[in-house]
């Protein structure tokens, strides 16, 4: 019965993988198939599993298509009076306030002057709807992706403060967990030092609760302990297993000990955001509870395929979620890898530390596939520190939890308790904070592709099977032949879906308001001109660069020491290996660039400035030719000592300008018409067009000098300097030149084999 139910749920579980992997064209697979074993076959079995496969298609495209917010309902890109209600907790960022306002079947994301809301205010809404600004780059997930996930299709920036019309609507249950956790989350901050307040607020309630800085986000996950941060199944389990213990030492009956601790797990499930972790872990502890009064609480793998199914009938998208992902991989690895190797390990040594480095151990080994399709990151020490953390991190949780219930009642006893929590929080930070500095902590690849996780789950399976039974299965030929072709097929299609191109790619990355441009050569070279901002170093262009298993670079060039340009190349060299460094050398005092060069010399990176005249030889015809700037450098405005370089593949030409404006684009005319420059035309089919389109630059000689068919301006969505300029863009449009840039189109890819080229935007 057990094993029947589970198959009809992971029926559902293929019809959504059919869904979001082939759409309609699978439906053209489940309806003959289904029509046949209705009509045709005399058992169920059959078409009850297509039926669930079927469902599982339907609700998948139900929520793909019919539920997402449609442009149809609101008027876009027009000023508007909207009244709603506000639909989840409020945030506020320095003078801003972020909040998710309800209107009708609409869900919109509001950004507005700071103001005092509450969740399921009734509020009046002044501003103009559009699109979700966010930027978009290639295997990067964007906000928008984000919000839209979440059901939420477009944005409304207000153009005055929310206008309160009534107070206190909304979920009761949800309001009454809102207002004790924003009481709770104080307790820690009044009664320990920081980190630790940070740390205890977000082992306790999760990230949501406490924001903990990304420095110690990213320590933790060096560590490979990152989910301590973050209110997960593990912490409710713990908060369930010990109110079960309380509640049976008081001798209550089973039932009210039930009904108490349901009625905990829902409120701390509500209080950390229903995220599918927590949601995966309270339907369990649920499901538990139910079988303590039946008498089935043993059926682990029933509960786990229960709780699936209902979150993916409620939404199906969570399937492709890293936090559903790792949730369910952590749990199935805890109930069917662990105890194989702790029967093993078992022999060898005390069943309490085979069982504490099992428990280290199966969450790896089946999270690592995971965690490096959606991060391209895995921690090698992660089984070190979690075995080291393992054994007090219940305890820390559980003295957490009561010293800031207890505190909320009476303060001097929930820092008493802290007091002694305090201990075990330093020694777990202690501990991760020395292994996370190891060498080699974390390893950054590639994604792999589908076919190659799909091969590693199926070998795992098949390795647990082997060291369960003790000796390898004995399979006839036809089953040794099927195996073979079915790991065949896969390495196969892995092979198929690798990028397999080998001319020149060049990828203007969006990052707002500022540059960033990755050459990517056909010898294998990598060039990086500019790394916009300095947050735009740490979110977009790194985590760029690992996600396309980059972990060197040949050449970076800093076009000039403006702060859009230089600021985030200082987090590439901290965490990108490179070879040597190109820019102008002017002198400027802002920190981003004196970081800059420090790290140039602490890393011994080689080190050249950049005159006119310079060439770059990548091999494989393709060629780099600095053409700016020339001595003397022309100071009085930096952008005019920005590095230009024409890059040339074959018959393919790409004109990269920086910053440089019209004084020193007449410079470089003046010496390519001059007999002391060897190069004798700039034509160029793409021009990136310098200053971010800014009236400043592209002056008309220097447009026609270049001639190009295609322009990409690289600039941030509503941007204070209100570039690209009109005056540039109808430069452009005059001459037939077909624009692309990054604040509407996101991240340009351009490819090219040496004779003609291709270009791919983000969005269109």
């Not at 971010?692 to 301006?713: K, R, W």
Request: proline residues 5%.
């Amino acid at each position: 019965m057990i094993s029947s139910f589970i198959s009809l749920i992971l029926s559902y579980l293929v019809g959504v993988v059919l869904a979001h992997c082939f759409s309609v064209f699978a439906l053209l697979l489940i309806l003959p198939a289904l029509a046949w074993a209705i009509f045709w076959q005399r058992g169920t079995a059959l078409w009850l599993l297509l039926i669930f496969c079927t469902l599982g298609w339907l609700n998948f495209q139900v929520r793909e298509s019919w539920l997402l917010p449609g442009p149809t309902l609101l008027p876009l890109d027009k000023a508007v009076a909207i009244t709603g209600f506000i639909d989840d907790e409020p945030q506020t960022k320095g003078n801003y306030s972020f909040f998710t306002l309800k209107v009708k079947n609409n869900l919109l994301a509001v950004v507005s002057k700071k103001a005092d809301l509450q969740y399921g205010d009734q509020v009046g809404v002044l501003g103009v709807i559009g699109e979700i600004e966010s930027l978009s780059n290639p295997g990067l997930l964007s906000f928008a992706d984000y919000l839209k996930d979440q059901g939420i299709g477009y944005q409304l920036r207000a153009t005055a403060v929310p206008r309160i019309i009534k107070r206190g609507g909304g979920s009761v249950l949800k309001k009454i967990s809102l207002k004790v956790k924003n009481q709770l989350v104080q307790i820690p901050a009044k009664t320990l030092p920081e980190p630790y307040a940070t740390l205890l607020s977000s082992i306790v309630f999760g990230s949501k609760a406490a924001k903990a800085p990304i420095e110690i986000k990213d320590t933790y996950k060096k560590a490979g302990v990152a989910h301590l941060l973050v209110a997960s199944g593990m912490h409710l389990g713990i908060l369930v297993g010990v109110c079960l213990f309380v509640v049976k030492m008081s001798r209550a009956p089973l039932w009210l000990g039930v009904l108490i601790t349901s009625m905990i797990n829902l409120l701390y499930a509500l209080m950390t955001g229903f995220g599918p972790s927590i949601l995966r872990a309270a339907i369990m502890a649920e499901i538990m509870l139910l079988g303590l009064l039946f008498e089935r609480e043993k059926e682990i793998y029933t509960s786990l395929a229960i709780s699936a199914f209902i979150i993916l009938l409620y939404n199906p998208k969570f399937m492709f979620e890293v936090g559903f992902q790792l949730s369910f991989g952590a749990t199935w690895s805890l109930v069917y890898v662990a105890p194989v190797l702790v029967d093993k390990l078992k022999n060898i040594m005390p069943k309490w530390l085979a069982t504490l480095l099992s428990a280290a151990l199966a969450p790896v080994l089946v999270s690592t596939p995971i965690t490096l399709y959606h991060f391209s990151q895995t921690s090698i020490i992660g089984v070190v520190t979690n075995l080291l953390l393992l054994p007090w991190v219940g305890v820390i949780v559980v003295l957490g939890f009561v010293a800031t219930v207890l505190g909320a009642l009476f303060l001097p006893l929930g820092e008493l308790i802290n007091n002694a929590n305090l201990v075990l929080l330093w020694l777990a930070n202690f501990i991760v904070l020395t292994l996370a500095k190891l060498p080699w902590a974390q390893v950054f690849l590639a994604p792999p592709k589908l076919p190659f996780i799909l091969g590693y789950y199926l070998a795992l399976v098949s390795l647990v099977e082997i060291i369960r039974q003790g000796k390898l299965p004995k399979l006839s030929k036809f089953h040794l032949s099927l195996v073979a072709c079915l790991f065949g097929s896969l390495l196969i299609w892995n092979i198929a879906l690798a990028d397999s191109f080998s001319g020149l790619t060049v990828t203007v990355l969006d990052v707002g308001q500022g540059d960033s441009i990755l050459v990517e050569t056909p010898s294998g070279k990598k060039m990086l001109i500019d790394a916009g901002e300095a947050e735009m170093g740490q979110r977009v262009v790194v985590p760029y660069l690992r996600r396309h298993g980059i972990s060197r670079l040949d050449l970076v060039v800093m076009t000039h020491p403006h702060e859009d340009h230089v600021g985030g190349l200082p987090v590439v060299l901290e965490n990108i290996k490179v070879d040597t460094v190109l820019e102008p050398g002017a002198v400027f005092k802002s920190l981003s660039y004196q970081r800059f060069k420090e790290l140039i010399a602490k890393n011994k990176t080689k080190y050249q400035l950049a005159r006119a005249g310079q060439v770059i030889n990548f091999g494989q015809n393709c060629v780099a030719k600095v053409l700016h700037p020339e001595l003397p450098l022309l100071t009085d405005n930096l952008n005019n000592v920005s590095v230009v370089i024409r890059l040339t593949y074959g018959k393919f030409s790409m004109m990269l300008t920086g910053d440089n404006e019209q004084e020193g684009e007449q410079q470089i005319l003046t010496r390519v018409t001059s007999n002391l420059s060897p190069v004798t035309s700039i034509r160029s089919l793409i021009f990136k067009v310098g200053h971010h389109g800014s009236n400043t630059a592209t002056a008309v000689d220097f447009l026609e000098a270049v001639s190009p068919q295609v322009a990409v301006i690289s600039c941030g969505q509503h941007n204070k300097f209100h570039h690209p300029h009109g005056v540039t863009l109808k430069k452009l449009a005059e001459r037939g030149i077909k624009v692309y840039r990054t604040d509407k189109n996101g991240a340009v890819v351009i490819r090219s084999n040496g004779s003609d080229f291709s270009i791919v935007p983000s969005k269109t």
